[in-house]
Nanobody, 119 residues
Framework: QVRLVESGGGLVQPGGSLRLSCAAS????????MGWYRQAPGKQRELVAR???????NYADSLKGRFTISRDNAKNTVYLQMNSLKPEDTAVYYC?????????????WGQGTQVTVSS
């Protein structure tokens, strides 16, 4: 059974930093592309950042320079370092793991962790 467990969310003041972690189990972590998505109240879920199994990264254009995604295959964990946080970064942040196979896609989601940026 695949599990993705996010942690590290919380309340932070504008300009502060948080580091989110997503611990994966039940899959061969190193061969999966991993990603962070977020969903703010009343809005659709959106991509924050992704890192492939070969460590290529991509980010939402609006977040480049503030957020950094990384992975540690030895720990089956993907991280999201978030700096210079703004109130508009408030959302539930979700971890995603996926990889293609013939005719489809393995696609898994965590339960999410709340990030609130407020003074």
């Amino acid at each position: 059974q695949v599990r993705l467990v996010e942690s590290g969310g919380g309340l932070v003041q504008p300009g502060g930093s948080l580091r989110l972690s997503c611990a994966a189990s039940g899959l061969i972590f190193s061969i999966y592309d991993m990603g962070w998505y977020r969903q703010a109240p009343g809005k659709q879920r959106e991509l924050v950042a992704r890192i492939t199994s070969s460590d290529s990264t991509n980010y939402a254009d609006s977040l480049k320079g503030r957020f950094t995604i990384s992975r540690d295959n030895a720990k089956n964990t993907v991280y999201l370092q978030m700096n210079s946080l703004k109130p508009e970064d408030t959302a539930v942040y979700y971890c995603n793991a996926n990889r293609p196979y013939n005719g489809g896609m393995y696609d898994y989601w965590g339960q999410g962790t709340q990030v609130t940026v407020s003074s």
